[in-house]
Antibody, heavy 120, light 107 residues
Framework: QVQLVQSGAEVKKPGASVNVSCKAS????????IHWVRQAPGQGLEWMGLIDPSGGTTSYAQSLQGRVTLTRDTSATTIYLELRSLRSEDTAVYYC??????????????WGQGTMVTVS | DIQMTQSPSSLSASVGDRVTLRCRARQNIRNYLNWYQQKPGKAPQLLIYAASSLQSGVPSRFSGSGSETDFTLTISGLQPEDFATYYCQQSHNTPRTFGQGTKVEMK
């Protein structure tokens, strides 16, 4: 079945970097954008960025520009999130989500299970 | 960025109730509006896309309506598994933005 499986929980020191992976399966990897969304403890959902797995084109939230990079490995059908210069405010659950397009409309129809990143 | 505002922030309801959640966009987003349900410790799940289209597998007691700036999610006959937090999200522009959520709690 279609699924996104993320890497495990991370604990990092302030100023460090973290890498989170998202492996896609059950569909053609290059046909759907992948978005990243994070959720701080007890808070709402914050969109972080997206990547086109076909060409590698990315777009990032302005609040994270310069600290975040999304990359992909098409042979491994995996997307990677790197977040640098970590701060306590980056403590959150990080989700990858597949963009599903119906005509001109899109939504996030498949989500990874989430990866807890703790900065402390 | 397009600001999305949900109301109320929380509500208490009983099994069988009809519940209406609201979402307002700061600018016209036509019908580029999605609704998600999130339960504690779980990833969000898509309920409604394009303002009123029911995602496959979602019970028909969920329905969405609205366009431009004002949208609603209605649950007709609340079930025990529906107690959760609901988020709206616009897909008109990047960055995609979410509302702050409405928590539906048991009365």
């Amino acid at each position: 079945q279609v699924q996104l499986v993320q890497s495990g929980a991370e604990v990092k020191k302030p100023g460090a970097s973290v890498n989170v992976s998202c492996k896609a399966s059950g569909y053609t990897f290059t046909t759907s954008y992948i978005h990243w969304v994070r959720q701080a403890p007890g808070q709402g959902l914050e969109w972080m960025g997206l990547i086109d797995p076909s060409g590698g084109t990315t777009s990032y939230a302005q609040s994270l520009q310069g600290r975040v990079t999304l990359t992909r490995d098409t042979s491994a059908t995996t997307i990677y999130l790197e977040l640098r210069s970590l701060r306590s405010e980056d403590t959150a659950v990080y989700y990858c989500a597949r963009e599903w397009r119906d005509w001109a409309m899109d939504s996030f129809d498949i989500w990874g299970q989430g990866t807890m990143v703790t900065v402390s | 960025d397009i600001q999305m505002t949900q109301s109320p922030s929380s509500l208490s309801a009983s099994v069988g109730d009809r519940v209406t959640l609201r979402c307002r966009a700061r600018q016209n987003i036509r019908n580029y509006l999605n609704w998600y349900q999130q339960k504690p410790g779980k990833a969000p799940q898509l309920l409604i896309y394009a303002a009123s289209s029911l995602q496959s597998g979602v019970p028909s007691r969920f329905s969405g309506s609205g366009s431009e700036t004002d949208f609603t999610l209605t649950i007709s006959g609340l079930q025990p598994e529906d107690f959760a937090t609901y988020y709206c999200q616009q897909s008109h522009n990047t960055p995609r933005t979410f509302g702050q959520g409405t928590k539906v709690e048991m009365k």
